[in-house]
């Protein structure tokens, strides 16, 4: 079983993943930590706390960041256009969820966790990297403790999404993610290259809503309007960015990959890009030397990836 805390900002696509993550078999979700990203963190923990309930999670869920690691960057607006004015895609959520709430910051309950099941644990964060970061920063021995981390964010051979060289999750904090990639832990980093060529059509999905049970119709329904989003990339689907990033977690085999220490560009016009040096690339001395080398996967097995969410949330 791989135990499983999800790092998250729910978020459309972090709703599929996280019925991913709670359906696998060989998965077991032992917490969810929130962060803002794809709305504030109020709306994005309401979010989790909300999925939680239709889709009978036990994980607790703990409340992250409202800002990033730096506080005096700039605030930006949330991306309303992509994930809806609540962040799963407009459709009907109560604002207050009776559930409750686990007591601790989510960074809190990362190191706790981390610190009660040594080696074992695996870090998924498809949001901003700032709760990780945070944890980092108050228990640095936790980089020795987890499993590996596994992220969904960057771009290194193809552009961003939200500037022409940088990605949403790392451009929302790229110290955050700075201090996360060049930590001393194994990070499997699921960028644009691969999510972006990543997608489920309308039609696969309202297939398995078809067949599936309430919580597949419920991810069906609020998916619809990040969809219509999609429509200037993708032919009536989208990209399931954050599954990927669950996905390799069972299947890293369907996922091809360089490695090489990475470091993020944190302020002016390439705020948030994402850069390697490939291990055995020789350079003269640099900002990357020293630093632990990373898993950057560049290549995917899309069908099979799409397949394999299918099969989990369908349970088939
Ligand atoms: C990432 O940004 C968010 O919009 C998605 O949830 C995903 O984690 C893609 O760039
Ligand atoms: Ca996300």
Redesign the pocket.
């Known amino acids: 079983m791989h135990k499983v805390i999800y790092d998250t ?1 729910p ?1 459309v ?2 709703a599929m993943a996280l019925l991913f993550l709670h359906r696998h078999p060989e998965i077991d979700l032992i917490g969810i930590t929130t962060v803002f ?2 709305a504030s963190v109020e709306t994005t923990t309401r979010n989790a706390l909300f999925l939680k309930r239709e889709w009978s999670i036990a994980a607790p869920v703990a409340k992250g960041a409202s800002v990033t690691i730096d506080p005096s960057r700039a605030e930006r607006e949330w ?1 309303a256009m ?2 809806g004015d609540n962040g799963l895609g407009d459709i009907e959520v109560p604002e207050k969820i009776d559930v409750a709430l686990d007591p601790r910051p989510a960074h809190r309950f990362i190191i706790d966790t981390v610190r009660a099941n040594p080696g074992e644990v695996r870090l998924v964060a ?2 901003r990297m700032t709760n990780l970061a945070r944890a980092l920063k108050e228990d640095p021995e936790i980089a020795g403790l987890v499993k590996d981390v596994v992220i ?1 964010g960057g771009n290194f051979y193809v552009p961003g ?1 939200v500037s022409p060289v940088a ?3 790392i451009h929302g904090d790229p110290e955050a993610a700075d201090i996360v990639m060049t930590a001393p832990w194994k990070v499997a980093v699921i960028a ?1 290259d691969v ?1 972006s060529i990543t997608t489920m059509s309308r039609s696969y999905l309202g297939e398995m809503a078809a067949k599936g049970d309430e919580a597949v119709k419920l991810l069906d329904a609020l998916s619809q309007s990040y969809i219509d989003f999609y429509k200037h990339a993708v032919e009536d689907g989208m990209m399931v ?2 599954s990927c990033a669950a996905v390799y977690v069972v299947a890293p085999e369907l996922f091809s990959s360089i490695s090489g220490a990475v470091r993020v560009v944190c302020g002016g016009i390439a705020d948030g890009q994402t850069i390697i040096k490939p291990d055995g690339r020789r350079f003269p001395p640099g900002d990357w030397d020293g630093l632990p080398s990373q898993i950057i996967c560049t290549g995917i097995e899309s069908e099979k990836v799409i397949d394999l969410i299918r099969k989990a949330l369908l349970r088939v």
């Open positions: 900002d978020g696509d972090d990203g794809n991306p992509v994930h498809v949001g969904m999404n990605e949403a999750n644009l999510t960015h954050d």
